[in-house]
C-alpha cells in the first residue's frame, strides 16, 4: 500500500485581488521507500502540495480532493490527530534551514521538543536519541550543546534533517533541501538524504527546480506547469527522454558537461510562467510552446499513458488520442 | 527546438583587455574587544593569493569554485570596487590608477552585472530611470554619434532584448517578470557602452526555463559587440554552456586554467575533478565527494594548499608516486600542462592524471 496517495487535489488561495487556483487537480502515490521528485519553476505549485499534504495552509485557503498518508484522510483529520500526523506520519525539511533553526536554543534541546512534544518518549530518553539522531545525519553527538550559529550551512541543514526524522515519519517532504547551499556541501547533503531514505526504507517526497539533482535523488519524476502535472515517470527516462516540451526546455537548463547540443548554445524558453489567475485556454503551455498547433490553445491536455510508465499531458505524445495528433 | 540553435563560433583569442597579474587581496581580521584585552591577535584572511589571468577581447571567461575560494573578490578588484594589496591590473595595456576618481573612466568601460536583480534595481526608479542613471553619472550627455539620452537608453534596452524599449520606459521594476529584471539590469550596464562586463551569478537567482533566455543573450553581446565577459560561477554546467575558458579558484589561486573542453572534460588537477564529480547527474550516487566545507581563508594550509582535501593523497596515490613531501610542504604555480593550459599539481610534471 502506499505511504501517500494525492488524488485530484485542487488548492486555491483566496486573496483580495479574488481566487488564484494554485494547484488544479493533482493525483499521485509514494510507497514505502520510494522517492517521487517534483519539479517545476516558482508559481506552479509544487510547495503549495506540500503545504496541503502537512496542512499547513490558513482555513481561508480552499483545499479539495483527498490526501491519504498512512491509511488516514489527512484534509478529514481534527486538529489534534492532525498535530501527531505531522512529524509521526509526514514531516519537512525546508530550504531555509539558515532560518528554521530557534537562534537562541540549543539544537539538541530543539531536537528533544520535537521528540517530547510528540509524547514519543520522556526527556531523558529523547536526550539520548538526540544525540544518536545528530550521529545518524554524520554531525558529533557531541555538537548537541551548539547554538545555531556555531554551524556552518550544511551542518544546520543536517540538523533539520536530523529533527525530521525525530518522530520516526513514514514519509518526508524535502522542499529545496539543498538550494542555498554551496555546491560540494549540496552534494554532501544529497547523499545522506539519499542513504537515509534508502536506509530507513522511507517514502520521500522531494522538491526543486533542479531537475538534475531531481533525476540523482529521485526514482519517480513529475513535473509541474500552472498547477498540473505535465509530464510523469522513471526519472531517468523523463530527464534524457522527455516527452513534454516543458520539461524539453527544463532539461535543456541543466545540461551534462561534455554534451556538446549544448555547448556554446544556451536554450530557453521564450516568455514567462503564467499568471495562475490568467492561466491560457487549452494547453496552459501552449504560448511558450516550440511544437504549438492549432489545437493546442483549444484543447485542454490529459495526463495520457504513453506507455512504460510513462505519462504526458501534451497532443504531441504517444498516447494521445489520435484525433489531435495532427502534424505541426 | 535546442538542436535547431546555430552554435555561437569560438573567438580565436584576441587581444587582451584585462591583464592580471599577481593579485593579491587580504581582508583585515577584526578581534573583539574582550578577546583584544586577553590578547588574541585579529588574523588577516587572505582571499585573493597571487591570482594572475588575462582576459581577451570578444571572449567568455568563467570563474569556478565553491564559496569562499576568492571569485568574487577577483571580480570586485577587477571592477575596481577593491583596492587589491599586491599585483597589478591592466585594461589595454595601461595599469589601473589608485586613486577612484582617476578610476571613474575605466568603471564606465568595465560594467557589472549582479545576481540578485531585484535587489540591483531600485524599487522607487522607472526602469528609464534605471537605466538612464549610468549615463547621468559618467556626465555623458549625448553618444559618440550624437545620440541623445533617450536615443542610448531605447538602445541598451532593445539590445537587451526589451522591445519596443518604449514600453518599458515607466514602468517600475515590481511590474516585471525576474527575467525582464535581470535584462534591465544588463541594459544598464549596456548604455555606457563598456568593453567587459563581469557578470557574478548572473542566472543562480532565476527559474530554470529564463536561465537560457539571459544566456543567450549575453553571448549575442560578445557576438556582436565584441564585449569581453568574466562570468562568476560555481556551476560548471553553466561554464559549459557558455565559457570559452575556464579558471577553477581554490583558497584564493587560480589552481587550474585552460580552454573550457579541457578542463572540464580532462581535468588535471584532483580539485577540479571533485568539483566535476557533484554536478548532479543520473546515476552518481556512488562517485566520491570532498569531506567538510570549504577551508578558511584565514588560515591556508602549507605545501599545495588543496592538500588536507586531496583525494590523492588521501588515497595514498600521492606516497605511492613519490610526491606526497611535495603535496605537503612545497607550495605551487600554474605550469603549463598543454598549450592555454595551465594547472597547479605535484602530478603533472609525472605526466599523471588527478
Known amino acids: 500500500m502506499s505511504v501517500l496517495s494525492v488524488d485530484d487535489l485542487r488548492v486555491t488561495y483566496s486573496t483580495k485581488g479574488g481566487d488564484v487556483p494554485a494547484v488544479r487537480g493533482v493525483s499521485f502515490e509514494i510507497d514505502k521507500g520510494e522517492v517521487l521528485g517534483l519539479a517545476g519553476e516558482s508559481g506552479c505549485g509544487k510547495s503549495t502540495i506540500a503545504g496541503a499534504i502537512l496542512r499547513l495552509h490558513s482555513p481561508t485557503t480552499k483545499i479539495e480532493g483527498q490526501i491519504t498518508l498512512d491509511g488516514k484522510d489527512i484534509l478529514d483529520l481534527s486538529p489534534g490527530k492532525l498535530r501527531a500526523a505531522r512529524w509521526t506520519g509526514a514531516s519537512i525539511v525546508f530550504q531555509g534551514a539558515l532560518h528554521a533553526l530557534n537562534p537562541v536554543q540549543k539544537i539538541g534541546d530543539q531536537i528533544v521538543e520535537a521528540i517530547t512534544v510528540h509524547r514519543m518518549a520522556d526527556e531523558r530518553e529523547a536526550h539520548v536519541r538526540a544525540g544518536a539522531l545528530l550521529e545518524q545525519v554524520g554531525l558529533p553527538p557531541r555538537r548537541i550543546d551548539d547554538y545555531p550559529h556555531e554551524l556552518s550551512g550544511g551542518q544546520k541543514q543536517r540538523v533539520m534533517i536530523a529533527m525530521a526524522l525525530a518522530c520516526n515519519p513514514s514519509l518526508i517532504i524535502a522542499d529545496e533541501p539543498t538550494t542555498a547551499l554551496d555546491v560540494m556541501v549540496q552534494a554532501q547533503v544529497l547523499k545522506l538524504l539519499r542513504s537515509l531514505q534508502h536506509d530507513l526504507g522511507l517514502a520521500m517526497l522531494f522538491i526543486t527546480h533542479d531537475l538534475s539533482v531531481l533525476v540523482e535523488v529521485s526514482d519517480d519524476l513529475a513535473v509541474m506547469y500552472a498547477g498540473k502535472i505535465v509530464e510523469e515517470g522513471p526519472a531517468n527516462e523523463v530527464f534524457h527522454t522527455p516527452v513534454h516540451p516543458y520539461t524539453k526546455a527544463l532539461a535543456a537548463a541543466f545540461p551534462e558537461i561534455g554534451d556538446d547540443r549544448f555547448r556554446r548554445r544556451p536554450s530557453g524558453l521564450g516568455g514567462d510562467p503564467p499568471d495562475p489567475q490568467q492561466i491560457p485556454s487549452g494547453c496552459p503551455f501552449h504560448p511558450r510552446c516550440a511544437e504549438v498547433t492549432q489545437v493546442c490553445p483549444e484543447l485542454v491536455p490529459e495526463l495520457w499513458d504513453a506507455g512504460s510508465g510513462r505519462f504526458a499531458a501534451c497532443v504531441h505524445a504517444t498516447g494521445a488520442p489520435s484525433l489531435q495528433t495532427t502534424n505541426p | ?354
Not at chain 2, 592580471?20 to 591577535?41: A, I, T
Not at chain 2, 578588484?77 to 590608477?97: N, T
Not at chain 2, 576618481?101 to 531600485?122: C, E, G, I, K, W
Request: aromatic share 4%.
Open chain 2, 1 to 354: 527546438m535546442t538542436d535547431t540553435i546555430p552554435e555561437t563560433p569560438a573567438p580565436q583569442l584576441g587581444t587582451p583587455v584585462i591583464e592580471v597579474e599577481h593579485l593579491e587581496v587580504n581582508f583585515k581580521g577584526r578581534v573583539g574587544l574582550v578577546s583584544g584585552l586577553m590578547g588574541h591577535k585579529s588574523v588577516d584572511a587572505k582571499a585573493v593569493d597571487d591570482v594572475s589571468l588575462t582576459i581577451h577581447e570578444g571572449e567568455v571567461l568563467a570563474l569556478a569554485g565553491e564559496s569562499g575560494c576568492g571569485k568574487t573578490t577577483t571580480a570586485r578588484a577587477i571592477m575596481g570596487l577593491i583596492r587589491p594589496e599586491k599585483g597589478s591590473i591592466r585594461f589595454k595595456g595601461k595599469a589601473l590608477p589608485r586613486s577612484t576618481t582617476s578610476l571613474r573612466p575605466y568603471r564606465r568601460q568595465v560594467q557589472m552585472v549582479f545576481q540578485d536583480p531585484t535587489a540591483a534595481l531600485n524599487p522607487r526608479q522607472t526602469i528609464y530611470e534605471i537605466v538612464a542613471e549610468g549615463l547621468r553619472i559618467h556626465n555623458v550627455n549625448e553618444g559618440p554619434n550624437g545620440e541623445s539620452e533617450e536615443e542610448l537608453v531605447a538602445r541598451a534596452l532593445s539590445r537587451a532584448g526589451m522591445r519596443p524599449p518604449e514600453r518599458f520606459y515607466l514602468l517600475y521594476p515590481h511590474e516585471l517578470s525576474g527575467g525582464q529584471r535581470q535584462r534591465v539590469v544588463i541594459a544598464g550596464a549596456l548604455v555606457l557602452d563598456p568593453s567587459v562586463i563581469v557578470a557574478d551569478e548572473p542566472v543562480s537567482n532565476l527559474d530554470a526555463s529564463v536561465r537560457g533566455e539571459i544566456l543567450a543573450l549575453l553571448m549575442k553581446l560578445r557576438e556582436e559587440l565584441r564585449i569581453s565577459i568574466l562570468i562568476v560561477t560555481h556551476d560548471l554546467g553553466l561554464a559549459w554552456t557558455v565559457a570559452d575558458r575556464v579558471a577553477v579558484m581554490y583558497l584564493g589561486r587560480v589552481v587550474e586554467i585552460g580552454p573550457a573542453e579541457d578542463v572540464l572534460q580532462k581535468p588535471k588537477h584532483p580539485y577540479t575533478k571533485a568539483l566535476l564529480n557533484v554536478v548532479p547527474e543520473a546515476g552518481g550516487e556512488d562517485r566520491p565527494i570532498l569531506h567538510g566545507e570549504p577551508p578558511d581563508p584565514t588560515r591556508i594550509p602549507g605545501g599545495c594548499r588543496f592538500h588536507p582535501r586531496c583525494p590523492v593523497v588521501a588515497s595514498g596515490r600521492a606516497e605511492a608516486l613519490g610526491i606526497l613531501e611535495r603535496c605537503n610542504e612545497q607550495d605551487l604555480m600554474l605550469e603549463t600542462a598543454s598549450p592555454d593550459h595551465e594547472v597547479a599539481c605535484h602530478l603533472l610534471p609525472l605526466g599523471e592524471d588527478p
